[in-house]
């Protein structure tokens, strides 16, 4: 393969892994909270907390491959 098309490969496999990121950090802030609610009995607000943080997490990260997809 040529560089470009490296590069090309490079770009598909970033753009593919955004949903990705976003769906896995949703999840690890869900059962994170989840766990600590059981352990703190604070049932459900750091569900809730630890979901939107990752949330926040996930919006971020795709912020980040986007602009670095743009920048190539």
């Known amino acids: 393969m040529t560089r470009e098309d490296m590069r ?3 770009k598909a496999g970033l753009a593919s892994s ?5 769906v ?3 999840l ?6 989840s766990w600590l609610d059981s352990k703190l009995g604070t049932s459900p607000y750091l ?3 630890f ?3 990752g949330i926040a997490a996930g ?3 795709m912020v ?3 602009i670095q997809l743009s920048r190539d």
């Not at 955004?18 to 976003?22: A, E, H, V």
């Not at 690890?28 to 909270?33: L, P, Q, R, T």
């Open 28 to 33: 690890i802030g869900y059962f994170f909270g």
């Open 8 to 10: 090309w490969v490079r």
């Open 59 to 61: 919006f971020v990260e």
């Open 51 to 53: 979901t939107l943080l």
């Open 64 to 66: 980040r491959i986007a």
């Open 24 to 26: 896995a950090s949703i």
């Open 18 to 22: 955004m949903g990705l990121i976003l």
């Open 47 to 49: 569900m809730m907390l």
